[in-house]
């Protein structure tokens, strides 16, 4: 028998990859859908089965499926810090071209500064 919040926690597990698929640009987005459907029937299969966990820990050399969902929320957090570290020095990178290009536009359309501008 399915519980109520069995039925929640799967709405909002696909609620949530919908929003997070939607979010993702063309090019990124088929790997994204394949991760997030693997997540998404990974994460259903477990509300609907809880001691699957267990079976899959104990296949893998964990004791606890609760600690195997630890051990992969690690793992994903890990991920997702160097994911993000990544993307913060390309965005800088990109900020840094994108000010010399200004710099040097400002310095072809007006070759005398201002007075107040130091030299």
Known sequence: M????QVV???AIVAAMVWLLARRDARA?????LLGGAFTVFAIITVLFPNITGVVAHWVGVGRGTDLLL???VLVVLVSLVH??????QDQRRIAAIARELALLRAALDPDPPEDTPK
């Open 71 to 73: 051990y992969l929320l």
């Open 84 to 89: 993000q570290v990544l993307q913060h020095q």
């Open 29 to 33: 987005r088929a790997i994204w859908i």
């Open 9 to 11: 926690l799967i709405i």
């Open 2 to 5: 399915i519980t109520i919040i």
